[in-house]
């Protein structure tokens, strides 16, 4: 798989065939792969509807992938990924743009030879003429995407008390009690009992 291509829908379709369907970016259709490979470079612009349910709100998913016969009647179809979404951080709720890039690599066999559960092997229906991209892609997205998102390392979030968003404004309220549960922690790692009550801050 070359990465040379930016990856913008239909740039790849240099060699005769056309750009796959618009109604289903997610499909390629698989005449002329006796030839040899099939590459082609896409944009899903929708993915809501045509991968499914994805882990964010991604707003496209750029796709480059390679299609080749592998032993038999499977197919192996390898590329790139990079997808984009805007996503509320999770401490100060500010939007916060988050980007996912990811190679993958997918096996497509006769349905009789794909064992269920099997990661990165998927059902080849011979019959259609095509494979269909958007199990793998999806896939990818939930393994690669991050499991949260904060709008950088260090955010202080929002004052519980007044709602300020602490990176722009120090806000006037009084530091939050101490937490009973670690009071009592501290307490029985300080060796006299009952002796330090009083020194939490
Ligand atoms: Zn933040
Ligand atoms: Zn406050």
Same mark, same amino acid.
């Given at each position: 798989?070359?990465?040379?291509?930016?990856?913008?829908?239909?740039?790849?379709?240099?060699?005769?065939?056309?750009?796959?369907?618009?109604?289903? +970016?997610?499909?390629? !259709?698989?005449?002329? =792969? %006796? &030839? #040899?490979?099939? $590459?082609?470079?896409?944009?899903v612009?929708?993915?809501?509807?045509?991968?499914?349910?994805?882990?964010l709100?991604?707003?496209?998913?750029?796709?480059?992938?390679?299609?080749?016969?592998?032993?038999?009647?499977?197919v192996?179809?390898?590329?790139?990924?990079?997808?984009?979404a805007?996503?509320?951080?999770?401490?100060?709720?500010?939007?916060?743009?988050?980007?996912?890039?990811?190679?993958?690599?997918?096996?497509?066999?006769?349905p009789d030879?794909?064992? +269920?559960?099997?990661? !990165?092997?998927?059902? =080849? %229906? &011979? #019959?259609?003429? $095509?494979?269909?991209l958007?199990?793998?892609?999806?896939?990818?997205?939930?393994?690669?995407?991050?499991?949260?998102?904060?709008?950088?390392?260090?955010?202080?979030?929002?004052?519980?008390?007044?709602?300020?968003?602490?990176?722009?404004?120090?806000?006037?309220?009084?530091?939050p009690?101490?937490?009973?549960?670690?009071?009592?922690l501290?307490?029985?790692?300080?060796g006299?009992?009952?002796a330090?009550?009083?020194?939490?801050?």
């Amino acid at each position: 798989m070359s990465p040379r291509r930016a990856p913008s829908a239909r740039a790849s379709a240099a060699c005769a065939s056309p750009a796959p369907d618009s109604a289903e +970016p997610a499909r390629i !259709g698989l005449a002329g =792969l %006796d &030839a #040899g490979p099939i $590459e082609r470079a896409f944009r899903v612009e929708t993915p809501g509807e045509a991968l499914g349910d994805l882990p964010l709100p991604f707003e496209h998913v750029d796709i480059e992938v390679e299609v080749r016969r592998a032993d038999g009647a499977a197919v192996r179809a390898r590329g790139t990924l990079g997808a984009r979404a805007t996503v509320e951080c999770r401490r100060c709720l500010e939007p916060t743009p988050v980007g996912v890039r990811a190679g993958w690599d997918a096996l497509y066999l006769p349905p009789d030879r794909v064992t +269920p559960g099997e990661e !990165g092997v998927w059902a =080849l %229906d &011979a #019959g259609s003429g $095509e494979l269909d991209l958007a199990g793998a892609i999806r896939e990818e997205l939930w393994v690669h995407a991050p499991a949260f998102v904060e709008c950088s390392r260090d955010c202080p979030g929002l004052c519980p008390a007044c709602g300020a968003r602490l990176a722009e404004q120090a806000c006037r309220c009084p530091p939050p009690e101490p937490d009973a549960r670690w009071a009592a922690l501290e307490g029985l790692g300080g060796g006299a009992a009952g002796a330090r009550e009083g020194d939490i801050p």
